[in-house]
């Protein structure tokens, strides 16, 4: 018996070792590693990522707040209308001086979209807007308030929740989010009194959530100080919106912010160190195109 | 044969079905050698002679039958010089020869056990003098001929061709009349010596002449009591009643119908359409006023065709006189296909997914902002303006479908006239021998013990509901369609048209 069990036992099956199939000596689990792909976080790079989450929350606020503006019939349409189209043009102009910022060779000239594709889109943008406008004032008159205000809440949610923040998750669906809020826009829209109410909000939240977001992307990866900066700002001009509509607002506004901002890295991180991420032989095969 | 008196018994063996036939017999021997049994009428003549043919046809069968005085029988039957044992049964070979089912697997392969099928199976193998009755040969014979004269005068391959054929599928009376002309060319090109085309011509021909004795009374009734004009303005005033009921739901699907909340302009929009269109059609009752009751009244002259053809008639003026109700369908039943063609589309595209023809599934995939904004505002507009279109399109539906009903109620009563084998039962009823299919054996007590028991075989009536199968048309197509349920309720959901499923498999 001893003579045998100086023979060392090998993990392989086509020779017999004398022992059950399912032996395993002392090098049981010898190979398993444990969160090897850990990141280790930073408490104010977290912090400042979570803007976000944050700005897009605040860009969500301001729509809202445009609608019961001019609902209260504080806010007329055209001013909307003017103040959407100035902001697109400037928004065009900074997002173009960030191309030429970036692109210092003009190698992928042919992918670049020239002024007046982008010009065609924003025609057939208000366009459409405005050929459609009366259908969708008067698309919801049956329909009672509540049911529309549930149906919008409901949709904004899914905004947030779709919307892609930079992370590569199984939730994210960029198509989803914007429909859902245009979706959103437009059960708004049709309870503003006049067809140009309604042109002026769809007009406005396409530009809030189709465009803004981009642009925001774009500066943030061209200039990540500037980020910082942003979230703030648009942090504190939502918050002066909301303390003019009501405080309610306000409060829950600043509230939630702190909590997302400040909170949030702090639990993720002390988090952390529970992590308990199995790797070993038994993972799947991952095909590297090296 | 058993009357004849003594003699040999001549005939040949079919070897795979291990059956002897006897032909004939004869007292003298004037085959020689070809005889392959004897017919003894007593016990005790026993000649030599058959002892020595036994020793000599070694490789045959030898057939002894031996009829007593007393009636009792015996059969031996000797295969290279071994003795077989044979039970003997009695049967009359005429109730065969009249039967129309016997003889009616002549061109099945199929070797099943059921000693019908054996039987007819080996009568179809004989060449049995078919001595039908006389009066049935001579009845078969006038409606064979008949039927030619008729099927040349009125050849209907014209009708079969071309734009006759999409006119007259949309009428059921030429439909109707159409498919009786292709079943009389069928019989008339048929096999008259197979017993099935036989009784088939006989079904078809008392189907025939009932149904035109039908029609002649109802119209020897409309003539009579001058039911025509009093009949059109029935339809008339009903017609009326019909397109104020139709004028009353418009509106009231206008309103707020059932509280259910609708889109305003679009509920107005579409009910003063359709309102326009019940206008229409009043004015085209106006028209038709008038001249209803002479076409009524011509119509009942449809009598000679048949009962059927008549009720056929009624079935198209009720499709005639409910043609706004289709009208109706048709455009409710479009739009709302179309809207929910559209829906589902954008359903998709809401969820960044596309389908894939190629594959038959759905893949995710990259839109531009303008597709994703333009396809959510429509998305929007037909998701909130489905419950009008729907509410439309499921009123009409179901008009459309009492109208339906009312058809196949019809149709039914048609075709059950044109299936139901009318010969084939009253003979039943009577007891004909012609109906006879089925075989019964009895025993026949011998009296002297030691024979082989005798079974005697007769040839009884069949069962009503194998009758039925056995005498179903040959002339005529079957009609394969079936229209399922669920693929009705399918074209319901999804708004596709729905046909009258008696019309759709059409050739």
Not at chain 1, 116 to 125: G, S
Not at chain 1, 141 to 151: G, L, P, R
């Amino acid at each position: 018996m001893a003579a045998r069990r100086e023979i060392k036992w090998r993990k392989i099956l086509y020779e017999h070792q004398n022992v059950p199939d399912n032996y395993v000596d002392e090098s049981f689990l010898e190979e398993m590693k444990k969160n090897l792909y850990i990141r280790n976080y930073e408490y104010w790079s977290v912090v400042k990522a979570s803007g976000e989450i944050t700005q897009q929350i605040s860009s969500m606020c301001l729509f809202i707040v445009s609608f019961i503006y001019m609902d209260d019939k504080r806010l007329l349409p055209d001013t909307l209308v003017l103040i959407t189209i100035a902001v697109s043009v400037v928004g065009y102009i900074v997002s173009k001086l960030v191309d030429k910022f970036t692109t210092v060779d003009s190698s992928d000239d042919k992918n670049q979209r020239t002024v007046l594709e982008d010009l065609k889109t924003f025609v057939m943008f208000t366009g459409f807007s405005y050929c459609l406008s009366p259908v969708l004032a008067s698309l919801t008159e049956t329909i009672s308030t509540d049911t529309i205000y549930a149906m919008t809440t409901v949709m904004l949610l899914a905004n947030l929740a779709f919307h892609n923040y930079g992370v590569q998750a199984a939730l994210v669906s960029e198509a989803f989010s914007l429909n859902a809020a245009i979706f959103a826009s437009v059960c708004l829209a049709s309870r503003l009194p006049t067809s140009w109410h309604a042109f002026a909000t769809v007009l406005f939240s396409l530009q809030i959530f189709g465009l803004w977001p981009r642009l925001r992307h774009k500066i943030k990866e061209t200039f990540p100080a500037v980020n910082v900066a942003l979230t703030v700002v648009l942090g504190s001009l939502t918050l002066l919106a909301l303390f003019t509509v009501s405080m309610v607002p306000a409060v829950v506004f600043i509230l939630g912010h702190v909590f997302i901002t400040f909170i949030c890295p702090a639990w993720l991180i002390s988090l952390q160190p529970l992590k308990n991420n199995i790797h070993g032989p038994w993972d799947e095969a991952v095909i590297k195109n090296d | 044969i058993l009357n004849r008196k003594s003699g040999k018994l001549y005939g040949r063996v079919i070897g795979e079905e291990r059956l002897v036939l006897i032909d004939e017999d004869s007292v003298h021997a004037t085959h020689g050698d070809k005889s392959i049994g004897t017919f003894r009428k007593l016990v005790e003549e026993e000649s030599n002679e058959n002892k020595n043919k036994i020793k000599r046809f070694n490789k045959c069968i030898f057939i002894d039958l031996c009829c007593n005085t007393d009636g009792d029988i015996s059969c031996d039957i000797i295969n290279n010089s071994e003795k077989l044992e044979c039970n003997v049964v009695v049967f009359e070979p005429q109730q065969f020869v009249d039967s129309y089912f016997l003889n009616w697997n002549k061109l099945t392969e199929t070797k099943s056990e059921n000693i019908v099928d054996t039987l007819s199976r080996l009568l179809s193998l004989v060449d049995l003098n078919e001595a039908r009755t006389v009066l049935l040969q001579k009845l078969q014979c006038m409606v064979i001929f008949l039927f030619q004269i008729i099927g040349y005068l009125l050849d209907n391959r014209v009708a079969r061709l071309g734009p006759l054929k999409f006119v007259a599928s949309c009428s059921s009376l030429l439909d109707h009349q159409i498919s009786r002309r292709q079943e009389y060319l069928n019989a008339r090109g048929g096999d008259h010596r197979l017993s099935r085309t036989q009784l088939g011509l006989a079904n078809v021909c008392l189907r025939q002449f009932l149904d035109t004795m039908l029609g002649m009374t109802v119209m020897y009734v409309f003539f009579h009591n001058n039911l025509s004009d009093q009949l059109a303005a029935d339809i008339i005033t009903w017609a009326y009643a019909v397109a104020d009921y139709l004028y009353s739901l418009v509106t009231w699907l206008m309103g707020a119908p059932a509280g259910l909340k609708l889109n305003k302009q679009l509920t107005e929009f579409l009910g003063h359409f359709f309102l326009y269109h019940i206008h229409l059609w009043k004015g085209y009752l106006v028209i038709l006023q008038p001249v209803l009751s002479s076409v009524l009244w011509s119509a009942s002259l449809l009598g000679v065709l048949g009962l059927t053809s008549q009720l056929c008639f009624l079935r198209d003026v009720l499709s005639m006189m409910t043609l706004h109700i289709y009208c109706f369908y048709v455009y409710a039943a479009r739009i709302y296909q179309f809207q929910v063609y559209a829906l589902s589309a954008f359903w998709r595209l809401f969820r960044g997914k596309k389908w894939n023809m190629l594959r038959q599934r759905l893949d995710s995939v990259r839109y531009n902002v303008d597709q994703l904004f333009l396809g959510t505002l429509l998305f929007t507009i037909l998701l909130f303006t489905l419950p009008t279109f729907a509410l439309y399109y499921v009123v009409f539906t179901l008009l459309r479908l009492i109208v339906l009903t009312a058809h196949q109620a019809i149709h039914t009563i048609v075709q059950t006239i044109d299936i139901f084998p009318l010969f084939s039962v009253v003979m039943w009823c009577l007891n004909f021998r012609q109906m006879t299919g089925d075989v019964l054996f009895t025993c026949v007590t011998q009296k002297s013990s030691n024979l082989l028991p005798v079974f005697s075989l007769q040839i009884i009536q069949m069962p009503i509901r194998k009758l039925l199968s056995r005498s179903e048309n040959p002339f005529r197509k079957a009609q394969e369609k079936k229209y399922l349920w669920s693929s009705l309720i399918g074209d319901l959901v999804w708004g596709r048209l729905i046909y009258p499923w008696v019309e759709v498999s059409h050739p």
